[in-house]
């Protein structure tokens, strides 16, 4: 596709159920990023993959947020056991190169979470 | 820690007027600083960005200026038009790092 595409555009979950967000990055892109943004807030690094590796996951907030890019494509970014203060727009990014010399992030729409 | 400001939270000005966003940062080993654009639902348009080494960058009516040994940008917005109307973000990159560190935002109403 032309951009970073990601589903569910919404998603609404009740306190304590999974959740899988994907991300589709654009075509050949080396790196991933995934940040997180609350409400009246900026948005907050989560995770880094080049390729299938994860770089960096300094940013994720607890042991229930996991990120995967197996094939070093696609990305899916999975909350565990949602509790309310999950309730954010997660947004991802990916990047032509690698990261040793800075490239333009290009950003998706993001996922809406609302956890009830 | 690096932390960055954006002043004021929220703007509404009439159709026409030149308008500045303020982004303040506390750390000045940067490596560069961006301005980006976020409609409602959407995610982030990148507007400008501003290398280390670099002191100013336009795109049309738009102005963006770095000083970074006092931490500072700013985004000029000449003749604003209701289309501008969204929140806009300022955003660095510190040294050896890739990761964006965001301010909170200002949010921009232009009225007809």
């Known amino acids: 596709g032309a951009g970073v595409s990601q589903s569910p555009r919404y998603k609404v979950a009740k306190r304590g159920q999974d959740v899988a967000l994907r991300c589709d990055p654009i075509?050949?892109?080396?790196?991933l990023f995934w940040y997180q943004q609350a409400l009246g807030q900026g948005p907050e690094f989560l995770t880094y993959?080049?390729?299938?590796?994860?770089?960096?996951k300094s940013g994720l907030p607890s042991d229930r947020f996991f990120a995967e890019r197996p094939e070093g494509s696609v990305s899916t970014l999975k909350i565990q056991r949602t509790q309310k203060e999950d309730s954010a727009v997660y947004l991802c990014?990916?990047?032509?190169?690698?990261?040793?010399?800075?490239?333009?992030?290009?950003f998706g729409p993001g996922t809406r979470l609302t956890v009830l | 820690k690096q932390e960055v400001t954006q002043i004021p939270a929220a703007l509404s000005v009439p159709e026409g007027e030149n308008l500045v966003l303020n982004c303040s940062f506390t750390?000045?080993?940067?490596?560069?600083l961006q301005w980006f654009r976020q409609d409602p639902g959407k995610g982030l348009t990148s507007l400008l960005l501003?290398?280390?080494?670099?002191r100013e960058q336009t795109s049309g009516r738009l102005n963006a200026s770095l000083d970074k040994s006092s931490g500072r940008s700013t985004l000029y917005i000449a003749a604003s038009q209701p289309g501008d109307s969204a929140t806009y973000l300022c955003?660095?990159?510190?040294?050896?790092?890739?990761?964006?560190?965001f301010g909170s935002g200002t949010r921009l109403l232009v009225r007809p």
């Open positions: 990014a990916s990047s032509p190169g690698t990261v040793s010399s800075y490239n333009e992030q290009f």
């Open positions: 075509s050949g892109h080396v790196s």
């Open positions: 993959f080049q390729n299938e590796a994860q770089l960096d």
């Open positions: 750390d000045s080993a940067i490596y560069n």
């Open positions: 501003i290398q280390s080494s670099q």
């Open positions: 955003a660095v990159i510190e040294d050896s790092s890739y990761k964006l560190i």
